[in-house]
């Protein structure tokens, strides 16, 4: 990465100067991961958490969670954008439902919960077919005979996305125990979500 000084000559950015960043633009956020990250196959939102997991280089103020740092500051793109593709794929663009059948059940994913953390989704697969095809019925018709009801899993932390998600829906009128059992949390979060009580800044 290269940057113009005041005399206009071309600089390489090194490692110190990065670290030396306090504020970061989305742009350069995004020209750093696209430049360092992506080479290295970090290509996902589910790859990023990995790579930070394991204890890999960010630069010292780089925003460690992209998409709530940029979206608070309005100009959040999405996480295909932030690297680098040429734009958001549209829930036109995903593959047909028939397909995602055929390629969740190939996969052997047991349920939602198996699908969430599925690290080899195709891209164009949605990361919430239930919200994302008109087709769709549930989830053992989705993955067939693979299909294993998930664990009961309480006190599920939320994402700000998961939750903005949440709020949408509710607005138009999904019932709070079909969000329950799509986000696996208790239908009582769905409804502090609902009354205000819980995310009231979303």
């Known amino acids: 990465m290269k940057r113009v000084t005041t005399s206009g000559k071309v600089q390489s950015l090194e490692v110190a100067d990065y670290d030396s960043i306090l504020t970061w633009s989305y742009q350069l956020a995004s020209k750093w991961v696209q430049e360092t990250l992506v080479p290295q196959g970090v290509v996902s939102s589910r790859k ?99 299909y294993q009801k998930p664990d009961p899993v309480r006190n599920i932390k939320l994402k700000l996305s998961d939750v903005r998600i949440i709020k949408h829906q509710l607005q138009l009128g999904v019932p709070g125990a079909v969000l329950a059992r799509m986000f696996n949390v208790s239908e009582m979060q769905i409804s502090r979500i609902r009354s205000g009580e819980n995310w009231s800044a979303v």
């Open 48 to 146: 990023f958490d990995e790579y930070k997991r394991n204890g890999k280089y960010l630069p010292a103020h780089f925003p460690r969670i992209p998409d709530e740092y940029f979206q608070r500051k309005g100009n959040w793109k999405g996480w295909l954008d932030f690297f680098g593709y040429p734009k958001q794929i549209k829930r036109s663009s995903f593959m047909s439902y028939p397909q995602a059948m055929i390629i969740a059940r190939n996969a052997k994913i047991k349920n939602s919960t198996d699908y969430r953390s599925w690290k080899e989704r195709p891209v164009n697969m949605p990361a919430r077919p239930e919200i994302s095809y008109k087709e769709w019925e549930d989830w053992p018709v989705f993955l067939g005979e693979n």
